[in-house]
Each structure stands twice: as C-alpha cells, then as structure tokens.
C-alpha cells in the first residue's frame, strides 16, 4: 500500500467508523450494533488489502459504505436473523441494499448517535466508554487509558454498555429540553477524551494522532450547529482544542523527536487556531459561571499564546490550576499543577507537594517523567534517573518512548 493510501485508510477509520455505525445503526435497529460494529472494520480490513494493489477508489466514503452494507446484510441472512427481525426492520434490510451513501445525512446521524450512547439508563462510564468505542473507533486499551481504568475492567464494562444500548435505547434522536441538558455533560467528556487520546497517543509510533483531534473538533462543532447544545461550555471546549491544536505544527521536529513547550518554535504555531481560540473564549466568558473547560481553554491559551517559555505567565496558571482543582480534583490535574508550583517555588518544593498524590499515580507514566525531572532539578542523578527508566518502562508510544532514553542517555555519568 502507498503511503498515500495508508494515510487515508488511517483518517478514514477515525473519520468514517463512528459515521458509518451511526449511519446503519440509526437504519436498522440498535439491537444489531455487534454485527454492524464487525461489518464497518470488515469493510476496512478489505480497504487496506484492496487499495494496496488497485490504489483509492474515487470515492472512497462511498466503497467503504457499500461494503460495510453488503457484509452487514450477508451476516444476516447467512445466520438466518432476517426472519427474525420485526418488519419495519427487515424492510430497512431490503431498501438499504439499494441506497447510496449520502455525505450530507451523517451529520444528523452522529449527533443522533453521541446522544444515544449518553443514555441516562447508563452509568457515565460506560456512556463514556460506549461513545468512544462506537462513535470514535477507540481500542479497548485506549479506552482504559483515557478513564484511568484497567484493560479488563474496561472491556467488561463496554461489554454491559452494549448490552444495556440494544436493548433500551430503541430509536436514535437528539433529546429536547431538560433531558438534552442532562446529557450534554457526558456528550462534552466524550469529545474531551477522544481529543486528549489524540493529543498524546496511548500507543504506537506516533505521539500526536490528529486524525483524533481534528475528529474531536469536528464533532464538536457538530454539535455547535445544534441551538440547544451551543453553550459556555461547549465554546470553552472548542477553545481549548484550538489552543492546543494551535501548537502541533511545533510539538515534533524534522526527525519525529518529541520537542517539549520549551523547545518549540513558536512561530510555526497556527495564527488562525489561536484567534479562532480567542473567540471562542471569549464567547464563553459572556455565561456567568465558570466551568472546568474555560478554565482548561484559558490555561492552553496562557501556554500557547506566551511570547517565549521563559515568559509564561507562571503565577497565573497557578491560579487557574487552583480553581480548576476545586472543580476538578482528579491526581492528574494535581499532577499539572505541581509542575507548575516547580516552575514558582523550585523543585524542591514541588517536590514536597507531589508526595501527597503520589500514591494514586504511580504508575503512571507521566508521573514518573516529572518525578524524574524534578529529582534532576535537584541535583539528585540515583532519583532521577531510577524514576525515568520507570517511565520509559510504562511508555507504549514510540516517540515518547524515544524522548524519554534519549534524555536518560544525556543523563548517564551525572
């Protein structure tokens, strides 16, 4: 396969999966998500062994529609299900063989769908869980990540999501009034996660996955579109992945080596991320209240938006950082906090504070890797240098791994 093809089928599965299982999920029945589940990834895996010879289709939305389609319906009567299906779906079976995939339905489709997934009849977790599998495409083991949990744990909980999805959710629609608000919570988190995994990758060779991010942002101005769901929080949201995203173009150099925010080039940061960021935070200080994401969105715009690293305003962040606890008090916000204190107080003291959480983290790499940076800080190489072999011990990601034995290496006689 070209690289050309391989980079498509990669977007096109984060772009399209969630896309197409809300697209014939909201055609048939939600009682058949497994089998549509299997028909989408069945239509991939055939994309990657077909395009590899014959090249891209023309279309290539529509390809992986019509055979996602044609396997999804050949399961059916293969097992005999069709029969047993009541009438409105079994029509659904006979007509969908002949429509064509139709790019302007599936905004409406998704929505639908992120909805459906934050069922008030289940827990936030699994909401969460079922959002990113279903409508993002996420594995299992970043799934675990991206909530904290373990791998085994999460796949039983995704399994009794799904289950509760077939057989209480019945028709896919955006709710209205109280009900919409309710779950709009658990619609934003998913958006948040799904970008955050795409801002640091759990695993592989890439750190940064844009094809996550860019469907992170694209779903939330999905929902942007829809009156009912445009809020404070969802333009404070929006704001903080565009101040993030603002800075990609600098995160690696030319080699693919990870470059901390003290390291990048400034000036290759996206000028029309950033002001996009400012509108959208400012949008959002128009509400009286402050939320975890303006907090978040103003914390990335202090960070992106700062001349130079040696000029970010510290002492503000820090404040933020202690709103954002009192919202927010999770170990990792604690974590982003402390890094902050190091850059205030000195390492030592930073150093004194991370004790206090360092039982719900550690083993966590990140954790590890600030540890260590702290430890070096003071002059303490034995510290140091054992807590980012732990790090570089718990690194999946390629690149983040590389970074992390490439400073050990720099390290080595201290």
């Not at 969460?128 to 949990?149: H, N, T, W």
């Not at 896919?172 to 988190?189: I, K």
Request: hydrophobic share 40%; net charge negative.
């Amino acid at each position: 396969m070209t690289t050309e093809a391989a980079a498509t089928l990669d977007h096109l599965f984060r772009h399209e999966y969630g896309r197409l299982v809300s697209l014939f999920t909201n055609r048939y029945s939600t009682a058949m998500i497994d089998s549509i589940e299997d028909a989408v990834q069945e239509a991939l895996y055939k994309a990657a062994k077909v395009w590899a010879f014959k090249g891209l289709p023309e279309n290539p939305q529509a390809w992986l529609y019509r055979v996602a389609n044609n396997a999804l319906i050949d399961s059916l009567r293969k097992t005999n299900r069709v029969d047993r299906l009541d009438d409105d779906t079994k029509n659904q079976v006979e007509e969908t063989q002949e429509l064509e995939f139709a790019q302007d339905e599936l905004g409406d489709e998704q929505l639908r769908m992120i909805f459906a997934c934050c069922h008030p009849s289940m827990k936030l977790t699994e909401q969460l869980m079922l959002s990113l599998k279903l409508l993002c495409g996420l594995s299992v083991k970043e799934i675990s990540r991206a909530l904290l949990k373990q791998e085994e744990a999460t796949k039983k909980a995704i399994t009794r999501a799904k289950k509760k999805f077939k057989e209480e959710i019945g028709k896919l629609e955006v709710p209205v009034g109280n009900e919409l608000e309710s779950r709009l919570s658990a619609v934003l988190q998913v958006i948040y996660l799904l970008f955050n995994e795409g801002y640091k990758a759990t695993e592989g060779e890439r750190l940064l996955r844009q094809d996550l991010c860019d469907e992170a942002i694209r779903l939330a101005f999905l929902l942007k579109n829809e009156p009912s769901c445009d809020n404070g929080e969802l333009q404070a949201l929006i704001s903080m992945m565009l101040f993030k995203a603002a800075r990609f173009p600098a995160r690696v150099d030319a080699k693919g080596r990870l470059l901390t925010l003290a390291e990048q080039d400034r000036s290759k940061y996206d000028e029309d991320m950033m002001q996009w960021g400012w509108k959208f935070l400012k949008e959002s200080s128009a509400y009286t209240y402050s939320s975890i994401y303006q907090l978040e969105a103003t914390i990335s715009c202090y960070y992106t938006t700062a001349e130079t690293y040696e000029k970010t305003n510290w002492q503000s962040i820090l404040g933020l950082y202690d709103r954002l606890i009192a919202l927010k008090p999770a170990p990792v916000v604690h974590m982003s906090r402390i890094l902050v204190l190091s850059k205030l107080e000195g390492a030592q003291y930073a150093l004194n504070e991370i004790e206090k959480i360092e039982d719900e983290l550690k083993g966590n790499q990140s954790f590890n890797a600030l540890k260590a940076d702290l430890y070096a800080d003071v002059m303490d190489w034995p510290k140091a240098r054992l807590h980012l072999q732990r790090a570089i011990s718990e690194s999946q990601n390629f690149t983040e791994r590389r970074f992390l034995q490439d400073k050990l290496r720099s390290w080595v006689g201290r």
